[in-house]
């Protein structure tokens, strides 16, 4: 990740650059393709009143440019306010790219008269990796014809009871 602090009309000290090094540095745990971060901080006067603007420009892979500014009377405090606003949008996006939608089985069943199929969604009851003989033992102790899972290598598995009393596994 490439980082460049620019300072305007202001002198950047050497703790200051450390300090925004370090926050920025804390951005990376979010795991994604952050290709560079510019910080620029200006110092702001008006009216009298000494204040500093800080903006980091974040640039990732596969998405726009992410830019937060903040203003404050001091620049520590408009850093770490940034920086927390940074963590904000970078954790929803990576909250975005990692939840997984539950997926929907569809089941066409008969009606009772059969002359219609209706087409019924079902949620499945777990999305972590079931054992075969786990699933087989839910089957076996349920009144189901069949079970659908995930099985350890993180396949879509399904196991039905067959007329003969054993068991199929697809």
């Keep these: 990740m490439n980082t460049s602090i620019v ?6 000290t050497e703790p200051i650059k450390a300090y925004v090094n370090g926050a920025v540095d804390a951005l ?10 510019r910080t620029v901080i200006s ?7 000494k204040g500093f603007n800080v903006e980091f420009a974040i640039n990732m892979a596969h998405k726009n440019t992410v830019v937060i500014q903040q203003k404050d009377k001091d620049v520590y405090a408009a850093v770490d306010l940034a920086i927390e606003r940074a963590k904000k949008v970078l954790r ?39 054992e075969v003989e786990d699933a087989m033992n839910e ?3 349920s009144d189901k014809q069949f079970i659908v899972f995930h099985d350890m290598e ?10 003969d009393g054993r068991f199929g596994l697809y």
């Design 7 to 12: 300072g305007k009309q202001f002198d950047l």
């Design 28 to 37: 990376g745990k979010y795991n994604l393709d952050i290709i560079s971060v």
């Design 43 to 49: 110092a702001d006067e008006k009216n009298g009143k």
């Design 92 to 130: 929803r996006h990576h909250d975005k790219i990692t939840n997984y939608k539950a997926e929907e089985l569809v089941v066409i069943e008969e009606n009772s008269e059969g002359s219609d199929d209706e087409i019924v969604p079902i949620r499945l009851d777990s999305y972590k990796p079931v």
């Design 139 to 141: 089957l076996k102790a």
């Design 154 to 163: 993180d396949k879509f598995r399904v196991m039905y009871k067959k007329t």
